[in-house]
């Protein structure tokens, strides 16, 4: 079983920066043998894979929507994996997930959430003035 804790949302004005915490927890497997990545969902719209880190924590990914703002990264000591976002715009609002791919392949899935089967509950973001 695996569990994942997401944290660290909140409202920030345009232009702020916020740091994401997700923390994995598993009983079977660890921490190393899964892929994550973070998805987030703005209200009427489809939800949205924006970035990646393998198990091993090489080749991060971005969609162009966030690269160059936001930085992935993952803890082996803490399970965590941390999502640092920086210039914030408001049309990065919406509720921000991670999720774990049972997975150590060299590179991870940004465009889909099917290969992810543990997800987390959800952080909220707001930007506004």
């Known amino acids: 079983q695996v569990q994942l804790v997401e944290s660290g949302g909140g409202l920030v004005q345009p232009g702020g920066s916020l740091r994401l915490s997700c923390v994995v927890s598993?009983?079977?497997?660890?921490?190393?043998?899964?892929?994550v990545g973070w998805f987030r969902q703005a209200p009427g719209k489809k939800r949205e894979g924006f970035s990646c880190?393998?198990?091993?924590?090489?080749?991060?990914r971005y969609a162009d929507s966030v690269r160059g703002r936001f930085t992935i990264s993952r803890d082996y000591a803490k399970n965590t994996v941390y999502l640092d976002m920086s210039d914030l715009k408001p049309e990065d609002t919406g509720v921000y997930y991670c999720?774990?791919?049972?997975?150590?392949?060299?590179?991870?899935?940004?465009?889909?959430?099917?290969?992810?089967?543990?997800w987390g509950q959800g952080t909220q973001v707001t930007v506004s003035s």
């Open positions: 999720a774990a791919d049972y997975s150590t392949r060299s590179l991870c899935v940004l465009e889909h959430g099917e290969p992810y089967n543990y």
């Open positions: 598993t009983s079977q497997f660890t921490f190393d043998q899964y892929a």
């Open positions: 880190i393998t198990s091993s924590g090489g080749h991060p």
